[in-house]
């Protein structure tokens, strides 16, 4: 079991509120993502969870019990760290079986659930090799069978790709959301990357300056974006965020438009432009759009095999039933 | 990229570092020259010490006039005793204050470095009566306190330094994992230091070795060291050269053979953080 709910959680260093009072529940099972721009206070919110910090004011209960003064050892959650942690003086087994020992778990015991783990993550070749002696991903597998034989209530995971490179950073992702639905086990995932937090969350909470922005699925965040922000910080390329007269036409402060659903052509549409920077991703090619009277370039997702160059004349439609607009308070108008 | 160094500038430092070298040496080296030579010849001009014969006889004088074997255990006790006393304060110290920093943690260090720089002998008259009204006068034990706390500014300064190396995340791992403070200080921390710890207690135990104004202060002959072994040779009239020689050897002798076998772990705890 592993449910966690936050009252009225607050966190400040000193004269600084790093985390305003913020209510949030996480159900067992569930996988949440926290994401934000980095000095958000997600990092700081997973290490109140996990006990590292101490609230400010507030209360945490893990499954229903009152966690709030409990310490970290006491809360049943394995936490894996962006640095990995590993122990460098110990071999891969002792590294795994340390939370075990901890706990004074008889010693065959303790083997057969590294064994256990080491097989679930392919550690097997490894497991007398000291940390050092790894590479980056398998490290990560260590810290994450260190978390895993202790059968926790929930994971916490802080950054934990961010040092792997770019193909080993996809690769570890499915491994993650593969071993959530093996384990079932509430997983808690902080990260400053969006695509992350889209692919593996069932739920995001999204936060900026110690405030939760949005909760949602991933798909609720992208089509119902309930701010400004949200609606910037969710997708990839960022949304097209235009004020002014566009704006007030669609009786709104400012409206946003994603990149995808945007038509570009050569013969005519509703707003007109050059074509300034063109990116080239094979299937895609995003191009940002000067367009009259705009401050802002406007990016425009289309197919790979289109083909406009630096300086033609085009024509930008937005898709209407797409459009998002914002008060001036940055907030959704339905 | 690496700089180029021409052989030039390399023969002239490879001089300029051997002449140091020996400069500093050299008072060594003469030292373990007159010990094996006879009083007389100790006593004449450079030319005729080295030209003279060759003999050990200092070496059995000193033996037969002094026990050489009971200040050697003095030496060992006091030396060893404050380090580790040192170490047992010293670790939780540092620990404290690399992790749990507060806003005056600093100061704290600097004010400890400073206990450094009175000179001894200004607290000598109050050490001393504290000293003779408690008994501890002339004991292993006085001594293995008051070298302790001499020591022990740099004890911590040095532990504290490596703690700072060791990432905070890898405690705080093991505080996830269930270990309690003792069991982190005890499984992580203190295997993961072991190499800084090893420099520090080497460092100390040649300090407290060499350590001779408290030394010789505060003892008259149970618990005397080395240092005073080799006071007890100076006189100030006949010859006693050589024999004070041949115990300056016999005293630096054993600390000597240690710093040699160990001097790579010394320069890695003195350079410590310099370098990555």
Redesign the interface.
């Known amino acids: 079991m592993g449910r966690i709910t936050l009252e009225q959680v607050t966190k400040s260093f000193g004269e600084v509120d790093v985390i305003r009072p913020l209510d949030l529940s996480i159900e067992d099972g569930e996988f949440v993502v926290f994401v934000g721009p980095s000095g958000c206070g997600k990092s700081t919110l997973l290490r109140l969870i ?1 006990g ?1 910090e101490d609230v400010s004011s507030g209360r945490i209960e893990i499954d229903g019990q009152d966690a709030t003064e409990l ?3 006491k809360r049943g ?3 894996v ?3 990995y ?5 110990m071999s891969v087994r002792k590294n795994i079986a ?2 075990l020992r ?2 004074k778990m008889d010693k065959a015991e303790q083997d057969r659930k590294v064994e256990q783990a080491a097989a679930v993550l392919n550690l097997g070749d490894y497991l007398d090799r000291r940390p050092g002696q790894l590479s980056g991903g398998q490290r990560q597998r260590v810290a994450i069978g ?1 978390a895993i034989v ?1 059968e926790p209530a929930a994971f916490l995971f802080d950054e934990p790709l961010s040092n792997l490179d770019a193909a080993l950073r996809v690769g570890m992702r499915l491994e993650i959301s593969e071993l959530h639905k093996r384990l079932t086990t509430t997983m808690v995932y902080v990260t400053h990357d969006q695509v992350e937090a889209m692919t593996m969350a069932d739920k995001i909470v999204v936060l900026r300056a110690g405030n939760i922005e949005q909760v949602g699925s991933p798909l609720d965040l992208y089509r119902r974006p309930l701010n400004e922000f949200v609606a910037g910080f969710i997708g990839s390329p960022k949304m097209n965020l235009l004020k002014g007269a566009e704006a007030a036409k669609d009786n709104a402060a400012t409206i946003g438009i994603r990149p995808e659903h945007i038509g570009i052509s050569s013969d005519g549409g509703e707003w007109a432009g050059k074509v300034g920077v063109s990116e080239h991703l094979g299937s895609d090619t995003f191009f940002h759009v000067h367009c009259d009277g705009m401050a802002e370039p406007i990016t425009v997702r289309s197919g790979g095999e289109v083909d406009f160059h630096r300086g033609d004349q085009v024509y930008l439609t937005p898709d209407p039933a797409q459009l998002h607009r914002f008060d001036d308070k940055g907030l959704r108008i339905e | 990229m690496a700089r180029a160094v021409s052989n030039r500038e390399k023969t002239v430092t490879t001089i300029v570092a051997w002449t140091l070298g020996i400069l500093m040496f050299f008072p060594i080296l003469w030292i373990a020259i007159l010990s094996l030579k006879t009083e007389v010849d100790a006593i004449r001009g450079p030319i005729e010490v080295l030209t003279s014969g060759w003999t050990t006889e200092s070496y059995g004088a000193v033996q037969a006039r002094s026990d050489y074997f009971k200040h050697f255990t003095n030496s060992v006790v006091i030396a060893l005793g404050s380090t580790l006393l040192g170490l047992l304060i010293a670790v939780p110290a540092a620990w404290a204050m690399a992790f749990v920093p507060a806003k005056r943690t600093k100061n704290v260090l600097m004010w400890m470095l400073s206990t450094k720089m009175l000179p001894p002998v200004g607290v000598l008259i109050p050490i001393y009566l504290i000293f003779r009204d408690t008994g501890l006068l002339d004991t292993r034990t006085g001594l293995v306190i008051v070298l302790m706390l001499i020591n022990l500014p740099i004890i911590i300064w040095m532990l504290y330094t490596y703690f700072r190396e060791i990432p905070g995340e890898i405690l705080e791992a093991a505080r996830m994992d269930g270990a309690s403070l003792r069991k982190e200080v005890l499984y992580v921390l203190t295997p993961m230091a072991v190499p800084g710890i090893a420099s520090t207690v080497l460092l100390n135990v040649i300090l407290a070795w060499n350590e001779a104004f408290w030394t010789l202060n505060l003892t008259a002959s149970k618990a005397a060291p080395l240092t005073a072994f080799i006071a007890s040779y100076s006189s100030p009239e006949g010859l006693f050269y050589a024999k004070l020689s041949a115990a300056s050897v016999m005293a630096i002798a054993p600390i000597l053979i240690i710093g040699w076998f160990s001097q790579k772990q010394l320069v890695r705890g003195l350079t410590f953080g310099a370098v990555k």
Do not use: D, G, N, T
């Open positions: 996990a590292l310490p970290p050892a959650l394995a936490m760290f962006q640095s942690a590993l122990y460098p003086h340390f939370p901890m706990a260190r202790r």
